[in-house]
């Protein structure tokens, strides 16, 4: 892969790292409340299923989400604890907007990286439905538990994306 050590490093401290200190840390609130039990939902991406092409490191890093998530409903259940991922598939935000603005690969190793607007743009839809996906997920009595959740734009590229 074209990704430098350093940027492979930096993907893994912010999503992997990061999401699994948040994690931790509402697991042991909830682990010491009286009663036991709550909700962590964590923000997955459906790269962890089906990656995107030049993108390993942000694969790698919402495949360990996929793991975190597991491991934390699994260690929680005796305790009501349950862990919902969510993988999201290009909400409109600043950070897609960010990513679909830069060229395909990097023009490495004498290879030219393709013009931001060589690939036809992929199929957005409102953060807003999101929200909406996470308010009815933590609105769920604790009787309920959803392990995971998938949601894209109607049309997005889902298997052999790219």
């Known amino acids: ?14 999503n992997v790292t990061g999401q699994w200190l948040c994690a931790a840390a509402a ?25 995107r092409a030049h993108a390993s490191a942000y694969a790698v890093s919402k495949h360990a989400t996929t793991g975190i998530t597991r491991s934390l409903a699994l260690d929680g259940r005796p305790l009501g604890i349950t862990a919902t991922q969510l993988d999201i598939g290009n909400a409109s935000t600043g950070l897609l907007a960010e990513f679909t603005a830069r060229p395909r690969g990097n023009g490495t190793a004498g290879e030219e990286a393709p013009a931001a607007g060589d690939a036809p743009p992929e199929p957005t839809f409102d953060v807003a439905h ?30 052999g994306r790219g």
Not at 131 to 153: F, G, H, K, N, Q
């Open 130 to 159: 999101v929200a909406r996906m996470v308010a009815a997920v933590a609105d769920l009595p604790a009787t309920t538990s959803v392990p995971e959740l998938v949601i894209t734009a109607t049309g997005m590229p889902y298997d």
């Open 1 to 14: 892969d074209r990704v430098p050590p350093h940027e492979f490093s930096r993907t893994l401290e912010v």
């Open 27 to 51: 697991f042991r609130r909830m682990a010491s409340q009286a009663p036991t039990g709550g909700r962590i939902i964590t923000n997955g991406s459906i790269a962890a299923r089906v990656p």
